[in-house]
T-cell receptor
Framework: GQQVMQIPQYQHVQEGEDFTTYCNSSTTLSNIQWYKQRPGGHPVFLIQ?????EVKKQKRLTFQFGEAKKNSSLHITATQTTDVGTYFC??????????FGTGTSLTVIP | NAGVMQNPRHLVRRRGQEARLRCSPMKGHSHVYWYRQLPEEGLKFMVYLQKENIIDESGMPKERFSAEFPKEGPSILRIQQVVRGDSAAYFCASSQGNSPLHFGNGTRLTVT
């Protein structure tokens, strides 16, 4: 069945360092979404990528969708303490089903 | 424009009791999803419903768990005869078509 894996599971960085999380699907996706969950909170939608090779930026966040539409990455430049949380990718493969990755928990050390 | 409403926020049940979790989707959304999250773990899909229909329940345990989304009123996730292992955060999300998911604040279930 559909599987979406994310690495790393945990990441600790010093404030100001960069951070990247990677998402890999076992099958080709129609689109991929990214969500952020703050500690004690609920997942909040960040962005959706649809096209092969697509790159989108939101301030210090850069999202990429692989050419084969099976992998994606989220890169944060110069992390801040407000970036703390768990980042999930969610693969969409037609229909209305979303397959969430295992998440990457980011800790930023001031 | 109210978001996804879940209640209760916290629910404590003793082993063997029933837990009922409610979710009202965003206005205009007809797709409801339930996810379960254990502490420091990911979101595990449970069930996907549209009004009066269960579309995909492949993530639901075969026993004790059921879900519905009636024509009128909220979606309900029901857990019968709860056990300690059911303790988790249960998130509801809604969408319309291929739009992104909007999550509720979740219900934290504790089984004592």
């Amino acid at each position: 069945g559909q599987q979406v894996m994310q690495i790393p599971q945990y990441q600790h960085v010093q404030e100001g360092e960069d951070f990247t999380t990677y998402c890999n699907s076992s099958t080709t996706l129609s689109n991929i979404q990214w969500y952020k969950q703050r500690p004690g909170g609920h997942p909040v939608f960040l962005i959706q990528l649809v096209k092969s090779g697509e790159v989108k930026k939101q301030k210090r966040l850069t999202f990429q969708f692989g050419e084969a539409k099976k992998n994606s990455s989220l890169h944060i430049t110069a992390t801040q303490t407000t970036d703390v949380g768990t980042y999930f990718c969610a693969g969409h493969q037609g229909g209305n089903q979303f397959y969430f990755g295992t998440g990457t928990s980011l800790t930023v050390i001031p | 424009n109210a978001g996804v409403m879940q209640n209760p926020r916290h629910l404590v049940r003793r082993r063997g009791q029933e837990a009922r979790l409610r979710c009202s989707p965003m206005k205009g959304h007809s797709h409801v999803y339930w996810y379960r999250q254990l502490p420091e773990e990911g979101l595990k899909f449970m069930v996907y419903l549209q009004k009066e229909n269960i579309i995909d329940e492949s993530g639901m345990p075969k026993e004790r768990f059921s879900a519905e989304f009636p024509k009128e009123g909220p979606s309900i996730l029901r857990i019968q005869q709860v056990v300690r292992g059911d303790s988790a955060a249960y998130f509801c999300a809604s969408s319309q078509g291929n739009s992104p998911l909007h999550f509720g604040n979740g219900t934290r279930l504790t089984v004592t």
